[in-house]
T-cell receptor, first 110, second 112 residues
Framework: GDSVTQMEGPVTLSEEAFLTINCTYTATGYPSLFWYVQYPGEGLQLLLKATKADDKGSNKGFEATYRKETTSFHLEKGSVQVSDSAVYFCALRWTDKLIFGTGTRLQVFP | NAGVTQTPKFRVLKTGQSMTLLCAQDMNHEYMYWYRQDPGMGLRLIHYSVGEGTTAKGEVPDGYNVSRLKKQNFLLGLESAAPSQTSVYFC???????????FGPGTRLLVL
């Protein structure tokens, strides 16, 4: 069945460093792809999405491009802040549900 | 506008006890979801509903039941709790499809 694979964390960075969190997917067809973020003690919230190949989703300085050739949707940010410390989940849409990856914890230190 | 709320925030149960978790949303959303979150497992869908009076099974439905008698409420029941059901439970809702889901703050359940 359809699935999402994320890089294991934690990812530990210094403030202002470049961030990449890898996400690849397995799917029949071309599903919509998402990144959700979970800040400490909170529920998940949508960060960005892309609905078709070559689309780029962006929000709050984060970007991800839907690459059908490599079945990937990697999350990037040019300069992370301490406030970006959270768990990031990649997800894809399958019928009327979302399938989530296992999450990647990001820790940013000053 | 409270968004998605969950009751209770934390609960301790003994094996074999029953309980109901309540999810309420005030956004008039059609779709509602129950997930559980376990370390290293990410979020797994338990049950979901695409409208008032409808429910469907997700990835891990065994040991749980749900009801959606009112559009704004989605109840998750555990008839006979087991230690394997120790987890953090999240409810979510969305307007008319699964893409943009709004999550509640979670319920932490410990089954002894």
């Amino acid at each position: 069945g359809d699935s999402v694979t994320q890089m294991e964390g934690p990812v530990t960075l210094s403030e202002e460093a470049f961030l990449t969190i890898n996400c690849t997917y397995t799917a029949t067809g071309y599903p919509s792809l998402f990144w959700y973020v979970q800040y400490p003690g909170e529920g998940l919230q949508l960060l960005l999405k892309a609905t078709k190949a070559d689309d780029k989703g962006s929000n709050k300085g984060f970007e991800a491009t839907y690459r059908k050739e490599t079945t990937s949707f990697h999350l990037e940010k040019g300069s992370v802040q301490v406030s970006d410390s959270a768990v990031y989940f990649c997800a894809l849409r399958w019928t009327d549900k979302l399938i989530f990856g296992t999450g990647t914890r990001l820790q940013v230190f000053p | 506008n409270a968004g998605v709320t969950q009751t209770p925030k934390f609960r301790v149960l003994k094996t074999g006890q029953s309980m109901t978790l309540l999810c309420a949303q005030d956004m008039n959303h059609e779709y509602m979801y129950w997930y559980r979150q376990d370390p290293g497992m990410g979020l797994r869908l338990i049950h979901y509903s695409v409208g008032e009076g409808t429910t469907a099974k997700g990835e891990v439905p065994d040991g749980y039941n749900v009801s959606r008698l009112k559009k704004q409420n989605f109840l998750l029941g555990l008839e006979s709790a087991a230690p394997s059901q120790t987890s953090v439970y999240f409810c979510a809702s969305s307007v008319s499809g699964p893409e943009t889901q709004y999550f509640g703050p979670g319920t932490r359940l410990l089954v002894l």
